[in-house]
C-alpha cells in the first residue's frame, strides 16, 4: 500500500527526538503504574464495597472501547498529534483533580468515566508519534519505549512504599503529580505533522478492513485472546486489597506489582530462544495454560503457608500468562493479515480484549465479595473457555503466513501493548 510523500517539513527530524519520546512515555507511564495496583486500595480506604469498586473500575473500560478509536481518528487528522496529545494530557490533569471532592459513589464513578475517555488514548496516540520516527528517520522504537516500562515499573515500587507511609490517599497525588509531568514532557513533544497511515486504532480503517478480517481463524483468535487476557480482570482489580487484607504491607504489595512486570520483560527479551521455532497457536496454548496455573495455585499460597516469597513465585508466571499472550496476539497479525488490514486488526483485537476485560472486572467485585481469594477460581473455566476458542482457531489456520516479518523486532515492539495497562 502505497503511502502520501512526506513534505518538506516533515523530512527534518526534530531536535533530540529520542529523548523527547523517552520522556513522553516515561512520564506517561507513571500514572499507569500508579493507578493499576493502587486506585483500588484508594477507593477501599474511601469506603466503597467490592461490587462498587468493580463499577467503577469497569464502567471506564466499556466506555473507553467507544471514545479511544474516535479520539485516535480525530489525532489523525489533526494538524499535529502533539497538539491532540497536549490537550488530552492536560484535560487528564484537571479532571483527576476531581479525586479530592467529595468521594461519594456518584462522584468517583463520574469523574472515572470523563477521565478514561482522555487518558487512554495517550499510550496509542505517543506510540504514533515514535512510530512516524521509525518510519521517517530509523528511529529505534525499543530504545525509545523502554523507558515506560522502566517507570512504570519504578510507580510500582515508590508507590508502596509512598503509600506505606502516607496510606492510600496519596494515590490521587501521586497521579494529579505524574499527569503534570506529562503535561510537561507533552509540551515539549516533537511535532510530526499529520501521519502518513493511520494509527493503529483508527476507526476509519477498522470500518473499511474488518469485513476482511471476519474469517473463522481471526476471529476464534482474537475471541480467545480477549478471553485469556480477560481472565486477568479479578487479579487486577482485587489482589492488591486481598495482599493487604492479609496483612502484607503497601511496600511489599508494590515489590509484587513490579516482579510481574520484571518477569514480563524477561520473556519478552528470552521469547526468540525459547519459542521462536514454535507456533503461534502452541504459545498461545501454552499462555493459556499458564494463566490456568496462576490461577489454580493463587489461593492456596497464604493458607499453604507459602508466605510472600509464594506470591513471587506466581507473579513470576506474569511472564506466561501476559506477556506470551501479547506476543502471540502480535505473530499471528503479522503471519496472516496484509500490511493494509494491520492497523484494522489491532483496533479489532483492542476492541475484543476491552470489552471481555470490563465485563469479567464487574463481575469481580461480587465474586471477591463472596468468595474473596477464591475467586480466583472463577477464573480458571474463563482461560479454559479462551483455550477451546484458540483449539478451535486452530482447526481454521491458514496454511502459509500472508508474509515473513523479523520476529525480533516483532517482539521489540509489542512490549507495549497493555488490556488492562
Not at 480503517?205 to 487476557?229: D, K
Request: charge should be positive.
Amino acid at each position: 500500500m502505497s503511502l502520501p510523500p512526506l513534505s518538506p517539513e516533515q523530512l527534518v527530524k526534530p531536535r533530540h527526538f529520542e529523548l523527547r519520546m523517552s520522556l513522553i512515555f516515561g512520564t506517561l507511564f507513571i500514572s499507569l503504574g500508579t493507578h493499576l495496583p493502587y486506585f483500588p486500595l484508594w477507593l477501599q480506604a474511601k469506603g466503597f464495597h467490592a461490587e462498587q469498586i468493580a463499577v467503577i473500575l469497569a464502567a471506564p473500560m466499556f466506555l473507553r472501547v467507544v471514545t479511544t478509536p474516535l479520539l485516535t481518528t480525530l489525532a489523525d487528522r489533526a494538524r499535529d498529534r502533539a497538539n491532540v496529545y497536549v490537550a488530552l494530557v492536560a484535560a487528564s490533569l484537571l479532571l483527576s483533580a476531581g479525586y479530592f471532592l467529595t468521594p461519594t459513589y456518584a462522584m468517583v464513578l463520574a469523574v472515572s468515566l470523563a477521565l478514561t475517555v482522555v487518558w487512554t488514548p495517550h499510550s496509542p496516540i505517543a506510540d504514533s508519534l515514535a512510530l512516524s520516527g521509525v518510519r521517517r528517520f530509523g528511529s529505534n522504537y525499543a530504545s525509545m519505549r523502554k523507558w515506560g516500562s522502566i517507570c512504570y515499573l519504578c510507580a510500582n515500587v515508590a508507590g508502596g512504599f509512598i503509600l506505606a507511609a502516607t496510606g492510600p490517599q496519596a494515590v490521587p497525588v501521586i497521579i494529579l503529580l505524574a499527569l503534570g509531568a506529562a503535561l510537561v514532557a507533552g509540551l515539549l513533544a516533537p511535532r510530526m505533522g499529520r501521519p502518513r497511515k493511520a494509527s493503529p486504532l483508527s476507526a476509519m480503517e477498522i470500518q473499511h478492513a474488518a469485513p476482511s478480517l471476519f474469517n473463522a481463524y481471526f476471529l476464534y483468535f482474537t475471541f480467545g485472546v480477549g478471553i485469556i487476557t480477560a481472565s486477568h480482570a479479578f487479579l487486577y482489580g482485587f489482589v492488591s486489597i486481598y495482599w493487604k487484607s492479609i496483612g502484607i504491607s503497601d511496600s511489599v504489595v508494590g515489590l509484587l506489582w513490579a516482579w510481574g512486570v520484571v518477569s514480563e520483560v524477561c520473556m519478552f527479551l528470552f521469547f526468540n530462544r525459547i519459542f521462536a521455532s514454535v507456533s503461534v497457536v502452541k504459545v498461545m496454548v501454552i499462555a493459556g495454560i499458564g494463566s490456568i496455573v496462576r490461577w489454580i495455585i493463587f489461593p492456596l499460597v497464604w493458607p499453604l503457608g507459602l508466605g510472600i516469597a509464594g506470591f513471587f513465585a506466581v507473579q513470576s508466571l506474569h511472564s506466561v500468562s501476559v506477556a506470551m499472550v501479547l506476543i502471540g496476539l502480535q505473530r499471528m497479525i503479522a503471519e496472516t493479515v496484509s500490511e493494509e488490514r494491520t492497523g484494522a486488526a489491532q483496533g479489532i483485537a483492542y476492541f475484543f480484549n476491552g470489552f471481555f476485560m470490563a465485563a469479567v472486572t464487574l463481575a469481580s467485585g461480587p465474586l471477591y465479595d463472596r468468595l474473596g481469594v477464591d475467586g480466583f477460581l472463577v477464573m480458571i473455566p474463563i482461560a479454559i473457555a479462551g483455550l477451546v476458542l484458540i483449539g478451535l482457531a486452530a482447526r481454521s489456520a491458514p496454511k502459509r503466513p500472508v508474509r515473513g516479518g523479523d520476529e525480533r523486532s516483532l517482539v521489540d515492539e509489542t512490549r507495549h501493548t497493555v488490556a488492562g495497562k
